[in-house]
C-alpha cells in the first residue's frame, strides 16, 4: 500500500488510506421508532424517511426518549440498516 504522500496522479486510492481510523461502509445513522395509532402500525423514521411496519425487530442498542408532544415515548439509536420484509422491520 502507498503512503497518502507518495500518490501520483492516476493512482487509485481507497477510503481506508485516505482516514485509517474511518470504516467506510460501517457508518450508522440515526433511527427511531413510535407507535403511529392513526394507521394501527409501527413508524420508523430512518435517513429521513418514515416506513411502516406491523412488528419491528432491533438487534442494536436502543433507548427510550420521553417527549413533551407527541409521540410521547419513541426508542432510538443508531443503525446500519433498515430493512422491511412481509411488515417486518429488521434493524440492525
Known amino acids: 500500500m502507498k503512503e497518502f ?5 492516476g493512482d487509485e486510492i481507497s ?3 485516505i482516514n485509517p481510523m474511518k470504516k467506510g461502509t460501517d457508518k450508522k445513522y440515526r433511527f427511531f421508532f413510535h407507535y403511529y395509532k392513526r394507521f394501527k402500525c409501527m413508524s420508523i423514521h430512518y435517513k429521513n424517511q418514515c ?3 406491523d412488528n419491528v425487530i432491533c438487534s442494536v442498542p436502543i433507548e427510550t426518549k ?3 408532544t407527541q409521540p410521547n415515548l ?3 439509536g443508531f443503525a446500519n440498516s433498515v ?3 412481509n411488515g ?5
Open 5 to 9: 504522500m507518495d500518490l501520483q496522479v
Open 15 to 17: 477510503f481506508q488510506q
Open 51 to 53: 416506513l411502516q411496519a
Open 66 to 68: 420521553w417527549n413533551k
Open 74 to 76: 419513541i426508542m432510538r
Open 83 to 85: 430493512k422491511i420484509e
Open 88 to 92: 417486518v422491520c429488521y434493524i440492525e
